[in-house]
């Protein structure tokens, strides 16, 4: 079975909380000690999920004319090399086919 490459950062993330949550549960001595570690696992989960969601919202390549607020008959004042946006592996084949059309 081959990984996409647009889905290799989120299987390495799913695979370190796993390997995590596995080692955290036979570490555990007491019940409250397993829920304690089970709090902290879905709080470090909740956080790495947002981190791999929220780059995902923002396109790797932006048109300038599309956030250009200026005058109609003005050309935009900001050029495609100065528009940042994060780069992420999982938007590739989404901005490939945004390019496209």
């Known amino acids: 079975?081959?990984?996409?490459?647009?889905?290799?950062p989120l299987f390495f993330v799913t695979?370190?909380?796993v390997a995590s949550m596995v080692l955290i549960a036979t570490m555990a001595k007491e019940l409250t000690e397993l829920f304690f570690y089970a709090e902290l696992?879905?709080?470090?989960?909740?956080y790495i999920l947002?981190?791999?969601i929220i780059p995902t919202l923002y396109p790797k390549?932006?048109?300038?004319?599309a956030i250009f607020f200026g005058g109609?008959?003005?050309p935009p004042y900001i050029y495609p090399?100065?528009?940042y946006s994060p780069p992420f592996a999982l938007l590739e084949g989404k901005v490939k086919e945004e390019e496209t059309l």
């Open 1 to 8: 079975m081959s990984f996409k490459k647009e889905r290799l």
């Open 15 to 17: 695979s370190i909380l």
């Open 41 to 46: 696992i879905s709080i470090a989960t909740i």
């Open 50 to 52: 947002i981190s791999a």
């Open 61 to 65: 390549k932006i048109r300038p004319e």
């Open 72 to 74: 109609t008959a003005k």
């Open 81 to 83: 090399k100065e528009v």
